[in-house]
């Protein structure tokens, strides 16, 4: 019989032991309900980070984040249920083209997502440029959009009753260093995606400088982890690792990057956006059950009009003009060449410098803000030609931004190797 109590707690794992299923439900339970303290709970949560967690005691962690609320349930919906997560990325837009294509496709995608913090976007916060478009959808209403065979696509914003242990736990997280702990990201992941609802998930997992993780390893180690939670509490998950060296497609910053999606879901788009799209698409399709390829739903139009269905019944109007920033500068290019290197990271921090995202939770976003790159690597430039350029509505944020891009990126004389944007793919 093993101790239930805070201080036993921390230090059983503080020695490198393992937690019962009764002090893990206990701690998570007692933290939300406020009896555990937060600095009981940052102790414990420095002490998982050093001495990490065995598949069964994460997996009881899940449980009992998810526990700690409401878990949704779609299994009366006619249509098979499948959501996406993405770990965050520079311009990584996928899921607005790619929550319609799925829905055209036959399933069902109930996804609350979030809004941005730091250098990555968030999709709520690109959703939002869109005139009209409200982010949050009451339960009932969710499930009556869901069950409409010409929408199917839910993207909206968490209510406070999913996972609220996690909620708390990841605010305290992000103050005491204690964000980087594998089996900490997996359940907290994991905890929303499973409370969600969905009955299949694909799960795209960044590797690179613009990403969260950013070697091959430490990104195989988080996708099998969230993996083996999926699959062990009913959910068919399977993740990719996908590049994240140089940002996706040739914008960045909200109202671009819707702009940039409906330029996909019209059929044009860069080449990577179109290209992780359809694999993304296609994973899901499969984890669903259908046998369908979303490229043909992508050409025929068919996933256009789940957008503009989707979007309306939100709210928006897809055809009023998106937010454009005030003001613009242009980084152009200072010599020949062919540009070898632009890096994710650099762009992720300037665009947010822009005024594309938020420092602390609740601070407004600027819709308009962001970078558009007209050259990608292994793009020739000539001298004076742009390459990249800057919006923001505050006109004194250009110096941080462009003291971000300063060597962030090369211009060459031979084209670089094309790495490959899918990198692994992890299932069960
Ligand atoms: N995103 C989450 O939702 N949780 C984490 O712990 C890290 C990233």
């Known amino acids: 019989m093993t101790a239930v109590d805070a201080v036993s707690i921390i230090t059983t794992k503080r020695d490198g032991g393992e937690l019962s299923d009764a002090q893990i439900d206990w701690v998570v339970d007692g933290f939300t309900k406020g009896a555990v303290a937060d600095e009981q709970m940052a102790a414990l949560a420095m002490a998982i980070v050093w001495r990490g967690m065995t598949r069964r005691e994460t997996a009881r962690w899940t449980n009992a984040m998810i526990a700690s609320g409401r878990r949704m349930d779609f299994t009366d919906l006619p249509r098979p249920t499948v959501d996406?997560?993405?770990?965050?990325?520079?311009?990584?837009?996928?899921?607005?083209?790619?929550?319609?294509?799925?829905?055209?496709?036959?399933?069902?995608?109930?996804?609350?997502?979030?809004?941005?913090?730091?250098?990555?976007?968030?999709?709520?916060?690109?959703?939002?440029?869109?005139?009209?478009?409200?982010?949050?959808?009451?339960?009932?209403?969710?499930?009556?959009?869901?069950?409409?065979?010409?929408?199917?696509?839910?993207?909206?914003?968490?209510?406070?009753?999913l996972a609220p242990a996690d909620k708390r736990l990841y605010a305290l997280r992000d103050v005491t260093g204690t964000v980087e702990s594998i089996p900490l990201i997996a359940s907290s992941i994991m905890s929303k995606k499973i409370a969600e609802g969905t009955a299949a998930l694909v799960l795209d997992v960044k590797v690179g400088s613009g990403a969260f993780l950013k070697t091959l390893d430490g990104a195989r180690e988080l996708a099998t982890a969230m993996v083996e939670l999926g699959?062990?509490?009913?959910?068919?998950?399977?993740?990719?690792?996908?590049?994240?060296?140089?940002?996706?497609?040739?914008?960045?910053?909200?109202?671009?990057?819707?702009?940039?999606?409906?330029?996909?879901?019209?059929?044009?788009?860069?080449?990577?956006?179109?290209?992780?799209?359809?694999?993304?698409?296609?994973?899901?399709?499969?984890?669903?059950?259908?046998?369908?390829?979303?490229?043909?739903?992508?050409?025929?139009g068919r996933a256009m009009d789940h957008w503009r269905a989707m979007i309306q019944a939100q709210g928006g109007d897809p055809d009023a003009p998106l937010p454009r920033a005030k003001h613009t500068e242009i980084i152009r290019a200072?010599?020949?060449?062919?540009?070898t290197r632009l890096d994710a990271m650099a762009v992720g921090i300037a665009t947010w410098r822009l005024g594309a995202g938020r420092a602390r939770q609740g601070d407004p976003v600027q819709f308009g803000a962001g970078i558009e790159m007209h050259a990608k690597p292994g793009d020739s430039v000539t001298t004076g030609e742009p390459l990249l350029t800057l919006h923001t509505d505050t006109p004194e944020a250009f110096s941080g931004a462009l003291a971000a891009l300063e060597n962030s990126f090369t211009?060459?004389?031979?084209?670089?190797?094309?790495?490959?944007?899918?990198?692994d793919r992890i299932a069960p």
Do not use: F, Y
Not at 418 to 423: D, R
């Open 411 to 423: 211009i060459g004389t031979a084209p670089p190797p094309q790495p490959p944007l899918i990198l």
């Open 84 to 161: 996406k997560h993405s770990t965050g990325g520079v311009g990584d837009k996928i899921t607005l083209p790619l929550a319609p294509l799925v829905a055209a496709c036959g399933a069902v995608v109930p996804q609350l997502s979030g809004r941005g913090l730091g250098h990555t976007g968030g999709t709520l916060d690109k959703l939002e440029a869109i005139p009209g478009w409200r982010a949050d959808v009451p339960v009932a209403r969710m499930r009556e959009i869901l069950s409409d065979p010409g929408i199917g696509a839910v993207v909206c914003a968490a209510g406070a009753d």
């Open 231 to 300: 699959t062990d509490a009913g959910v068919r998950t399977v993740a990719l690792l996908t590049a994240m060296d140089t940002p996706l497609g040739r914008t960045a910053g909200n109202a671009l990057e819707v702009a940039e999606s409906v330029e996909v879901l019209a059929g044009g788009g860069p080449a990577d956006i179109v290209e992780l799209t359809l694999t993304l698409a296609r994973e899901m399709v499969a984890q669903a059950g259908l046998d369908i390829d979303p490229a043909d739903a992508l050409a025929d």
């Open 334 to 339: 200072e010599r020949d060449g062919v540009l």
